[in-house]
């Protein structure tokens, strides 16, 4: 919070993951925790311009960051294996990078994805986090997923309060309940549709109509609550049409229910299935 230090110069050459990156220019300065940085990769496989200030003053950094990769050759540096390009801007804005207290914004333009044969290019993504003493929310905005998030939660802690609570219903081997997890409650909706770049991203996907997930779960008495519905959905060569799967806790136990009109592919076509039980 007190440290005063400059840097200006040029990496020449830096090796992470079986890859050497050369001719990365940073300057900067910290000042009694406050901070400016920028930054240029020249690198073949990596090029891109960065502007970052903020402040370490608080228990939590905060501060905004500019982003623009122009190139980065995701296969040439070990990332994907392989021809995966992709090039974009980022600007972040973060009040406050406590996890569990999360105030910002991140946003993803001009974001172009492109393999040895096609190149996509999609429209914005965005994240806003928001907490107060009352409340937290988590809003996702995306073309091929839209989600929210909105209760009282810690993002550290509550997946292992779930794990928890579904420990209630089916122990799994090995799960402790000795750690103490405070009271949590959360609501969510998710939204995915049809878009190019989930293709790309998911091998064997082909296509979907819009999936609806929501779903909300608690801490006080251990409730969950999931309803999926997939109209259609055609991954992997088989096509489901009209599925819904529905959780809910009823008389201390998880039950379970599976509709789907229809699943078929080129082996065997399934009708009218219905699957229901309990844990």
Do not use: C, W
């Amino acid at each position: 919070k007190t440290a005063n230090a400059t840097i200006n110069g040029t990496i020449q050459k830096i090796d992470f993951n079986r890859y050497t990156y050369q001719n990365i220019d940073l300057k900067g300065a910290i000042d009694a925790g406050l901070f400016d940085l920028k930054g240029q990769s020249t690198d073949s496989n990596l090029t891109f311009d960065l502007i970052s200030s903020g402040s370490f003053k608080d228990k939590y950094p905060a501060g905004t960051v500019h982003l623009n990769v122009d190139i980065a050759h995701l296969e040439k540096l070990n990332l994907h294996a392989g021809p995966l390009k992709i090039r974009g801007v980022l600007n972040a804005d973060i009040q406050s990078a406590d996890i569990d207290y999360l105030n910002g914004s991140f946003t993803i333009k001009n974001l172009t994805v492109a393999d040895a044969v096609t190149q996509i290019v999609t429209d914005s993504i965005s994240v806003i986090a928001s907490s107060t003493p009352t409340k937290n929310t988590l809003d996702f905005k995306s073309p091929f997923m839209n989600g929210q998030v909105a209760g009282k939660y810690k993002l550290s802690t509550i997946g292992a309060a779930l794990s928890r609570s579904i420990s209630n219903y089916y122990s799994a081997t090995g799960y402790s309940k000795a750690r103490e997890i405070e009271n949590q409650q959360l609501e969510f909706k998710i939204g995915i549709n049809d878009s190019p770049l989930l293709v790309k991203l998911i091998p064997g996907l082909t296509s979907l109509e819009p999936i609806a997930i929501s779903g909300r779960y608690t801490t006080v008495n251990d409730s969950i609550v999931l309803s999926a519905a997939i109209p259609k959905l055609i991954y992997g060569g088989n096509t489901i049409t009209n599925a819904v799967f529905k959780i809910d806790t009823q008389d201390n136990a998880l039950v379970y229910n599976l509709m789907v009109d229809d699943v078929q592919n080129t082996q065997f076509q399934l009708p009218y299935t219905s699957l229901t039980g309990k844990v």
